[in-house]
């Protein structure tokens, strides 16, 4: 049974066994394990996780490859497909008895980061996320302050994970190739927020409306949220871009909301 990639879903199959290895060792996934994997394709990953012995849940919104997979891995026990579109998907109806998930996905470009903050909405049952997402996405998450590639996502999941760039996969990794470099990305969400916020959809607000100019100071940026002068009287520059912010001082600003 084969499938030819469609480019309304975003797919590009990995097929590279020295790249998939590569995943395999930094992932160290273990018997007995509850993995679930978004879009697994034609089963590049599923296949040697399901080896590993992890109980595994896959979530494939093209019917097709839903059918290519239970044909290829409907015998094993420990493996559950589900036909679904990931960003509609209850992933926390997956848990029992308190146990975290880990969660694996090569993530098309267009979705890559509703999904991600949607599966952050369940990030109590989440014990670690790994993510093949586009290079130029990887390392705007994983960016610190002072930078271009610095904006709302670096803020926003330093907020919510620890996060750490692996390494490259270059696009001849895949079938068809896509035209731009990907990167795996691991996820770790904090079991304590690492700032206090009263309220993450102020803090949201805020890095948002930052950042929406980015060219402009906070003073300029945020005039329609907090006075110049309780920006200063939080011992932060209002002279300065969002760019320059770290998430410390989002946090002091998002307070005043």
Not at 19 to 27: F, M
Not at 61 to 77: E, I, N, T
Not at 129 to 150: N, S, T, W
Request: contains cysteine.
């Amino acid at each position: 049974m084969t499938h030819t990639a469609r480019k309304r879903f975003g797919q590009n199959f990995l097929h590279d066994h020295t790249v998939i290895d590569n995943i395999l060792g930094s992932i160290q996934a273990k018997p007995g394990e509850h993995w679930v994997e978004i879009g697994p394709g034609m089963g590049a990953l599923t296949k040697p996780l399901l080896a590993k012995g992890s109980r595994l849940d896959v979530v494939e919104l093209d019917r097709d490859l839903v059918a290519l997979l239970k044909d290829k891995f409907g015998q094993h026990d420990n493996l559950q497909i589900h036909s679904a579109d990931a960003l509609r998907f209850d992933f926390a109806a997956l848990t029992e008895a308190n146990e975290k998930l880990r969660v694996i996905g090569n993530l098309p470009y267009n979705i890559s980061t509703p999904l991600m903050f949607h599966l952050l909405d369940n990030a109590y049952c989440i014990q670690d996320m790994h993510f093949m997402l586009q290079k130029e996405v990887v390392d705007r998450i994983c960016a610190p302050p002072g930078g271009r590639q610095y904006g709302r996502l670096s803020v926003m999941m330093q907020y919510y994970c620890a996060t750490e760039h692996l390494f490259d996969v270059p696009p001849e990794s895949f079938d068809p190739a896509p035209k731009v470099t990907s990167a795996i990305v691991r996820l770790i969400p904090h079991h304590e927020p690492p700032v206090d916020v009263e309220d993450v959809a102020k803090l949201n607000r805020v890095v948002t409306e930052a950042f929406s100019q980015r060219r402009k100071t906070l003073r300029n940026s945020l005039k329609k949220l907090i006075s110049e002068e309780q920006i200063a009287a939080l011992n932060i520059d209002p002279a300065l871009r969002a760019e320059t912010i770290p998430l410390s001082d989002f946090a002091k600003l998002s307070r005043l909301l």
